[in-house]
């Protein structure tokens, strides 16, 4: 067994700082929202449970309770998609390799929802998560360690330092959310089928990150409960499969 923890090198090292002080801001501006946080952890479902209490149990005085559910039925990724609204966040405790998580993942933009991933070991790809919280070490007892349990106490405790500084709250400027922006406006949104349509000549009813519409999916032919498709200027323009990921 190989252990890339060495004796004396830091619990929290400078890459996993930057990435903590970023996945807390992002979370305390999506709970100022009215965000509810949804926690997922299909290897380790104490992990899901102990994440969830962190933010719904005000330990120390004068913080808030803030909104956190545990997932811990069989099936995670049909529970974020009933329990998920847009604006909703979602925090995945796992290794990289769980592929309830990765579908989760994936599937998250098109429920609009913010996604946070915790584990150690190989790193997930680049995009598979909006913020990726990670500690890098072959030790498989690391998930069992409060090392790895420290990233998550941090995170609740620096959300409520964002708290604490109501100018962190706001959005950025530069954060697109209009119809009308034109870079935007040129893309692919990710969608996942609702409803198929019931004739060639009918539209399919999609999910996307701003809610439900309909979409015309002539160019795809038959779509499928649950297909994930790219959604351009009303029309379905490809299907997303299962190895890619959207961001």
């Not at 969608?191 to 015309?216: F, H, I, K, N, Q």
């Not at 498709?229 to 490809?238: D, E, K, M, P, S």
Request: with cysteine; aromatic share 4%; hydrophobic share 45%.
């Amino acid at each position: 067994m190989t252990i890339t923890a060495h004796p004396g090198a830091p619990l929290i090292d400078d890459d996993l700082s930057a990435d903590l002080a970023s996945a807390a801001l992002s979370l305390a501006r999506r709970f100022n929202a009215g965000a509810t946080l949804w926690v997922i952890s299909p290897q380790w479902e104490p992990h899901a449970h102990h994440v969830a209490v962190e933010f719904v149990h005000p330990v120390i005085m004068g913080k808030r309770a803030l909104p956190s559910v545990a997932l811990v039925e069989p099936d995670p990724v049909a529970q974020c998609r009933v329990a998920t609204r847009p604006g909703d966040v979602i925090i995945a405790v796992a290794s990289a390799d769980q592929p309830q998580v990765r579908d989760a993942m994936r599937r998250a933009p098109a429920w609009g929802a913010d996604t946070i991933w915790i584990g150690s070991g190989p790193r997930p790809p680049a995009g598979s998560a909006d913020h990726t919280l990670w500690v890098a070490s072959d030790d498989p007892m690391i998930p069992a360690t409060g090392r790895f349990v420290l990233m998550y106490h941090l995170l609740w405790e620096l959300t409520h330092v964002c708290f604490e500084h109501p100018g962190l709250l706001i959005p950025d400027d530069d954060v697109c959310t209009g119809d009308g922006c034109v870079t935007c406006g040129d893309e692919g949104r990710l969608a996942e089928v609702v409803l198929p349509p019931a004739t060639a000549l009918d539209t399919a009813l999609v999910r996307t990150g701003s809610g439900e519409e309909s979409v015309d999916v002539t160019v795809l032919g038959e779509v499928d409960v649950n297909d994930l498709i790219l959604v351009h200027g009303g029309a379905a323009i490809t299907r997303i499969d299962d190895t890619e990921v959207c961001r």
